[in-house]
T-cell receptor
Framework: GAVVSQHPSWVICKSGTSVKIECRSL??????MFWYRQFPKQSLMLMAT?????????EQGVEKDKFLINHASLTLSTLTVTSAHPEDSSFYIC??????????????FGPGTRLTVL | SQKIEQNSEALNIQEGKTATLTCNYT??????LQWYRQDPGRGPVFLLL?????KEKRKERLKVTFDTTLKQSLFHITASQPADSATYLC????????FGAGTRLTVKP
């Protein structure tokens, strides 16, 4: 149980194009979904938090117009990198959160998407 | 500003020994502290969670301690195996979870 998938697992695109990454919770409904970015040998950095049907909350320094997040249902969130540039090349990881009985928000992580912008 | 530091970028140990990884934090009072395993090119996999009112947690060969006075957590893997080789991340909080940079553990046969 608690499986999160991401699609695609890797993508290569030209500079200036837009790329959409999907995150799905396969066997549960997530109250919240999170998007992280990880550069080589660095920590996961939280980019944004989204709840189904409402606007995402972006972390400081993350451009909301560049990283569009749509959270259309309790099992699907998408991240669109608009007008991608080489510096956007990174490993993007989503997680789906479920509030446990102890009020702790447990996160289940997807396998990640490797984005390379040429 | 908040900081999460994992003591070393890499740790090499011999199979069968105990691996000890450290996570220190500043300007933070997390209610939860978690440890994850991450393999290359993969997302993190949850290992253990410890709450601020807990001193120690165990799961099979894993043990986590949490000292809120020292602002430190120790993560132990006993009887280590080559299959334990991975990067281990500590993370603080839940909704606004913040990760350390990780320690890359290599267990040599």
């Amino acid at each position: 149980g608690a499986v999160v998938s991401q699609h695609p697992s890797w993508v290569i695109c030209k500079s200036g194009t837009s790329v959409k990454i999907e995150c799905r919770s396969l066997d549960f409904q997530a109250t919240t979904m999170f998007w992280y970015r990880q550069f080589p040998k660095q920590s996961l950095m939280l980019m944004a938090t989204s709840n189904e049907g409402s606007k995402a909350t972006y972390e400081q320094g993350v451009e909301k117009d560049k990283f569009l997040i749509n959270h259309a249902s309790l099992t699907l969130s998408t991240l669109t990198v608009t007008s991608a540039h080489p510096e956007d090349s990174s490993f993007y990881i989503c997680s789906a959160g479920v509030v446990q009985t102890s009020s702790y928000n447990e996160q289940f992580f997807g396998p990640g998407t490797r984005l390379t912008v040429l | 500003s908040q900081k999460i530091e994992q003591n070393s970028e890499a740790l090499n140990i011999q199979e069968g020994k105990t691996a000890t990884l450290t996570c220190n934090y500043t300007n933070y009072s997390p209610a939860y502290l978690q440890w994850y395993r991450q393999d290359p090119g993969r997302g993190p996999v949850f290992l253990l969670l410890i709450r601020e009112n807990e001193k120690e947690k165990r799961k099979e060969r894993l043990k986590v301690t949490f000292d809120t006075t020292l602002k430190q957590s120790l993560f132990h893997i006993t009887a280590s195996q080559p299959a334990d080789s991975a990067t281990y991340l500590c993370a603080l909080g839940d909704n606004d979870m913040r990760f350390g940079a990780g320690t890359r553990l290599t267990v040599k046969p």
